[in-house]
């Protein structure tokens, strides 16, 4: 089945970097828009960025520019998150995203993976 | 680009209606019809209702339904049930090839 599968729980230290990565199954990899959203504790959800299918271009929000970096790699079908400078309002749990419509892009996120946790203290 | 507006609660009971507003810019919603709608319950991923303003997803039940009039979204869910009871987010693609959020709706069910 499509799936998105994603690496487990960090802990990092004020000013260390973060490398998530999430491996999807079950479609063609390298015919879809991949994002990252995050969501810290009780609160909403916030889009960080988008990668396009062949990972040669990206698009962050604004708020995070100059702080992360996503990457993909085709014959692992994986997709990458690194955030740098961690700050304790980073604390939260980063999910990895599948956009629908595939080439074309949908415009809407169909498969989330579970989440990964993101500590970040000192 | 700032966070659609979304009010924080609504509730209702089982069997009603209820609606939930998802207000934006010209930039975002206003323009296109790329505004979706996302379910998530407790500790879980969301789950995508609704795209391209009023379509469902296979498997999404035919209550929820989607519309918008000018930069404003709706997400309506008819015949209220127990386990509609959860948060919902709204989201649009928007003119500077971003995507945004809402805030967030929790909907409680009487």
């Known amino acids: 089945q499509v799936q998105v599968v994603q690496s487990g729980a960090e802990v990092k230290k004020p000013g260390a970097s973060v490398k998530v990565s999430c491996k999807a199954s079950?479609?063609?990899?390298?015919?879809?828009?991949m994002h990252w959203v995050r969501q810290a504790p009780g609160q909403g959800l916030e889009w960080m960025g988008v990668?396009?299918?062949?990972?040669?271009?990206?698009r962050y929000a604004q708020k995070f520019q100059g702080r992360v970096i996503m990457t993909r790699d085709t014959p692992t079908s994986t997709v990458y998150m690194d955030l740098t400078s961690l700050r304790s309002e980073d604390t939260a749990v980063y999910y990895c995203?599948?956009?629908?419509?595939?080439?074309?892009?949908?415009?809407?996120?169909?498969?989330w993976g579970k989440g990964t946790t993101v500590t970040v203290s000192s | 680009q700032s966070a659609l507006t979304q009010p924080a609660s609504v509730s209702g009971s089982p069997g009603q209606s209820i609606t939930i507003s998802c207000t934006g810019t010209?930039?975002?919603?206003?323009?296109?019809?790329?505004v979706s709608w996302y379910q998530q319950y407790p500790g879980q991923a969301p789950k995508l209702m609704i795209y391209?303003?009023?379509k469902r997803p296979s498997g999404v039940s035919s209550r929820f339904s989607g519309s918008k009039s000018g930069s404003t979204a709706s997400l309506t869910i008819s015949g209220l049930q127990a386990e509609d009871e959860a948060d919902y987010y709204c989201?649009?693609?928007?003119?500077?090839?971003?995507?945004?959020f809402g805030g967030g709706t929790k909907l409680t069910v009487l």
């Open positions: 995203v599948r956009e629908g419509g595939g080439l074309a892009g949908g415009k809407n996120m169909d498969v």
């Open positions: 079950g479609y063609t990899f390298s015919s879809y828009y």
């Open positions: 990668i396009n299918p062949s990972g040669s271009s990206t």
């Open positions: 010209s930039s975002a919603i206003g323009t296109y019809n790329y």
């Open positions: 391209d303003v009023s």
């Open positions: 989201s649009s693609h928007t003119t500077s090839s971003t995507y945004v």
